[in-house]
């Protein structure tokens, strides 16, 4: 059971509903994906238009938990001002926390991300920081009142899977008692196998989904690996070792010769 | 009185947040308002008085990562 | 579906029988992890014991397909004789066919190994070879009549997974058409998903299984893990991309200073 | 006389193997047999005259990976 | 030519002073190692010692150029004091500072770092910080006023070797002028010569010269491996591909049958 | 002292001879590589030409030892009668055998090499065979009279350096006292200093070199990384540990609080 | 006059710091001194006059990485 | 008569190899030479007999990996 503030979900996986090459392929994979939380955006509706009650109608008839997102902020005052907007639209005080630092890697901005953090969580929100693999950072947010942490693992949207696993299992181990979702840069179900079984609690998902060759088939794919980690991670792994050992007894073989 | 709605400027005749979603059409139900950089909640819009260069935001729910 | 040697299977999980900490585990555990394929092997019976009885007869209970091993052979007679004996025995021309090259690596011995299995083929015997990941060897395998191959992804019982992905994607390409099952070396359900995304059609699995903390979950997780890996082969993955990319759309973003 | 049976010398009356397996109390259901490095099929078992010093090997089913 | 803060360097190797079986093979291996920089720390010197005296001497006879540290500071105020004492002390306004975050795997505190460094350059200090591979706290000691950035690869002294190349070469690709020293983490030669192929200008080394079985012997390893990498980034290196490709020219090849 | 058939070489660089911009650069190469052994080919002879001629006076006037390959050839007798060709048109019993087994990947052809290793060996040849990292395959080789193995490291040319550190390990393990050369598929000075690290006590290198931006310089990168790679093997090395630890002194640290 | 010098309780008759060094024999030409957390420059010790309770570091090279 | 040289088919005269390289104009100092798939020393080439349709093989050193 995964609880993030409070909340008990059953799925360990969260997604993200951008880049689907429908509406209704996104609302499939929303439901082959098992997940208990999808994360939505705010963005400016045209004059005249309704796009937004459209999409918002679609999301909400799936029936998951909304986490809005501050993709695109770049400063503290445009994550903060997106974040009041996004409760006062979506009443809920659950916030995304994106603050871009660097256009090429989306990579957070830490020192901003923390600032913000503690702006929003002394203003009543329930945030969910994108931060780095940072041990120090994290310190930091937690010290803001972040309660769940969502480290990346790879530049977003690369799909390159955990591009440095001893930092991870550091961050995990540091803060066993935090929530933990990997977010960003997962590529493949053995990305989310791999993260799960460092210990990590979940994982957020969208381009490797979306763009998929057959995204509802995906987001399926990811649930069970995301599972089989998870599970993996409890019933207690065989450490590598440098050796062959035989499976099959090598007492009682048989001598022909 | 012209104000920069979402970026562009519009010349309108409404004084207040929700008359002005009215005249532009935002018939959306689901929009978030920003008045120069500070929120306006859907609350507050029929006391939202408007001058002459204010910076209007109309945000609405999108695909999001 | 699995298809070996005509025979269709539903689980891409072959298990082996070794080193559970009960019986009653080992059943659960083959439950657990939806096989349709359990390995076992020959030893000797000691006078007045039945000890070979109560095992097969707990194995036939489980319902599963029986392919007998000749693990523990060094050379083309033993293995050859052992493959007899088991014929004889269990009722059934699979044989897991492995001839052990090296005391510390459990290697096959490529050169005999592609001899014996040319002396099992001919003998109407339906050879599932334990093989490195070289292409010649494969090659040398297919003309000896083998229809199925097990590569090996690292030593047997080392838990340390796939260790040369090249190798083992070159021998997936090169021959698409013959069902290939990874053998030995596999630790964690990651490693199989790894595995299964790269195409490979099934797994076999002992010791990672066996020497688990809970034994009966890992295969549940193992099973997950391929089903996994299988479903993601097949739904087309992502590309990896050495930038980043953002999901939420960039389009529409509000601006507040 | 006496054979190697799985690797151990015995001093036996039975001159068939499948008198050998009785005498020798291998009563088990599930056996395979192998004569001097030769398989020796349960149905030859009653044929298969044993001499001096031959080795038998008695394999049953076991755990293996 | 490695170029710190205008001081030219024939050598792309820095070496720490500490750890070394005996001074005298502290000073074979700043001689073995062709190095024109050594870095020194502060410590308490004992009532009537005269320990740090003979320590400094035998150094300054090495005739390199010192850089001070601040190791073991774990805030501003520490470090920037350390910093003022060690200019008093060794007339140089050269600094390496650390700011220590975490006791575990002795990361940089980013935070505290920006500030120390902050403060220090406006103190005149020439600032030589240890920080990670974080773009974004790059960009911040940039805008601070360091001219020269010093990102750790590994945990200092875990010999472990580049955990994370994509954001190495990311560092390096978006501050291409200014001058980058890898420290701490590395293991070996071939760790050196890794990073140094990425473009980075140098690397500093303590632990695994100190205590390899032969410093010296260690010590001129990595000054090769540290000249072999540097001349292959210059010399521009084949892009790894996945086909192979004959080196022999197969035109003109016998044909015998 | 690098020994292989009992002629001493101070190099632990063989390079190859293909794929030069220019004669004049190949020669320049030979020089800055320090290297005392070149691998050359036989093709056929254009009627009224005499290139062969002159590519051959060029390398003699390089003054270092010639190894003749094999490359090419795909079947023992092909193989067997080319180094028959080269021993009487260089006089030298020395052959690098190639049997090629895959046009993709140009492995060799293990069961081929293993024969055709002995027909030489029988003949009175000194046999340098390209194997794979098969520890079973390199006791073949070995009992076929070869007292040097040049295993891959990756696909010829495709420059992606050692896919599989475990086998290269455990090849070198298992055969302590066997010169072997890492032979194709490095591409960059890391890597070669990275197998030299494991043990080995040569590499030859051709395309990496001849490909390069500029091939003279690479050879010397070359050259310095594979010394570094070697001197560090018989330094002894620092093993990696997962925690880090302070290089500087914590005892007598200042406390300014 | 009781004084802290690098974490120790010293009773010492010095009224300056540099006098400090030569009583409590730092005799080290290579020395760095603090105060109180605050950096005394070499040349500032004769002047730098000392008061019950003061914190005095005095710090000299040592190896570093 | 007509042999197969280098893969390509030629009509000569000589009878010998050393005379077939002559009469080709293979005057490279540096050649090694095959017939029907086995080696001719080149010291044996005064001695090796040609007859139609024999394949020759004449290599010479080139660059090599």
């Not at chain 1, 609880?3 to 993200?16: D, Q, V």
């Not at chain 1, 009543?124 to 120090?136: A, E, I, Q």
């Not at chain 1, 803060?175 to 210990?199: C, Q, W, Y």
């Given at each position: 059971?995964l609880?993030?503030?409070?909340?008990?979900l059953a799925?360990h996986?969260?997604?993200?509903t951008?880049?689907?090459?429908?509406p209704a392929i996104?609302?499939?994979?929303i439901?082959?994906?098992?997940?208990g939380?999808?994360?939505?955006s705010?963005?400016r509706?045209?004059?005249?238009?309704?796009?937004?009650d459209?999409?918002?109608?679609?999301i909400?008839?799936?029936?998951?938990r909304?986490l809005?997102?501050?993709?695109g902020?770049?400063?503290?005052?445009?994550?903060?001002?997106t974040?009041?907007?996004?409760?006062?639209?979506?009443?809920t005080?659950?916030?995304?926390l994106?603050?871009?630092?660097?256009h090429?890697?989306l990579?957070?901005?830490?020192?901003?991300?923390?600032?913000?953090a503690?702006v929003?969580?002394?203003?009543?929100?329930?945030?969910?920081p994108?931060?780095t693999?940072d041990?120090?950072v994290?310190e930091?947010?937690?010290?803001?009142?972040?309660?769940v942490l969502m480290p990346?693992?790879?530049?977003?949207g690369s799909?390159?899977?955990?591009?440095?696993?001893?930092?991870l299992?550091s961050?995990?181990?540091?803060?066993?008692?935090?929530?933990?979702?990997?977010?960003?840069g997962?590529?493949r179900?053995s990305?989310?196998a791999t993260v799960?079984?460092?210990?990590?609690?979940?994982?957020?998902?969208n381009?490797?989904?979306?763009k998929a060759?057959d995204p509802v088939?995906?987001?399926?794919?990811?649930?069970?690996?995301t599972?089989?980690g998870?599970?993996?991670?409890?019933?207690g792994?065989?450490?590598p070792?440098d050796v062959a050992?035989?499976?099959?007894?090598v007492i009682?073989?048989?001598?022909?010769? | 009185?012209?104000?920069i709605?979402?970026g562009e400027?519009?010349?309108?005749?409404?004084?207040f947040?929700?008359?002005?979603l009215t005249e532009?059409?935002?018939?959306?139900?689901?929009?978030?308002?920003?008045?120069?950089?500070?929120?306006?909640r859907?609350?507050?819009r029929p006391?939202?008085?408007l001058?002459e260069?204010?910076?209007?935001?109309?945000?609405?729910?999108?695909?999001?990562g």
């Amino acid at each position: 059971m995964l609880t993030l503030y409070g909340i008990e979900l059953a799925s360990h996986l969260l997604l993200g509903t951008a880049q689907y090459p429908s509406p209704a392929i996104l609302m499939e994979a929303i439901k082959a994906s098992g997940t208990g939380v999808a994360t939505v955006s705010l963005r400016r509706e045209t004059a005249g238009g309704s796009s937004g009650d459209r999409f918002w109608s679609l999301i909400r008839s799936s029936g998951v938990r909304i986490l809005p997102n501050t993709a695109g902020c770049h400063t503290v005052k445009e994550a903060v001002l997106t974040a009041q907007m996004a409760r006062d639209l979506f009443a809920t005080d659950w916030i995304k926390l994106e603050v871009i630092g660097n256009h090429d890697t989306l990579q957070p901005d830490v020192f901003a991300l923390v600032e913000a953090a503690r702006v929003l969580t002394d203003d009543g929100f329930k945030v969910f920081p994108y931060t780095t693999d940072d041990l120090v950072v994290a310190e930091r947010l937690i010290g803001a009142g972040c309660e769940v942490l969502m480290p990346w693992c790879a530049p977003i949207g690369s799909a390159q899977g955990p591009l440095n696993l001893h930092a991870l299992r550091s961050l995990r181990g540091h803060f066993p008692d935090i929530p933990m979702i990997v977010d960003a840069g997962l590529g493949r179900p053995s990305h989310a196998a791999t993260v799960m079984e460092l210990g990590f609690d979940a994982i957020l998902l969208n381009t490797a989904v979306a763009k998929a060759g057959d995204p509802v088939a995906m987001a399926h794919a990811f649930a069970k690996a995301t599972e089989a980690g998870h599970a993996a991670h409890r019933a207690g792994m065989l450490e590598p070792r440098d050796v062959a050992v035989p499976s099959t007894p090598v007492i009682g073989t048989a001598v022909f010769s | 009185m012209k104000l920069i709605v979402n970026g562009e400027t519009r010349d309108v005749a409404a004084h207040f947040l929700d008359a002005l979603l009215t005249e532009l059409q935002f018939e959306g139900d689901w929009l978030a308002t920003a008045l120069n950089g500070e929120l306006v909640r859907s609350t507050e819009r029929p006391e939202c008085l408007l001058k002459e260069g204010d910076r209007v935001e109309i945000l609405t729910p999108r695909q999001g990562g």
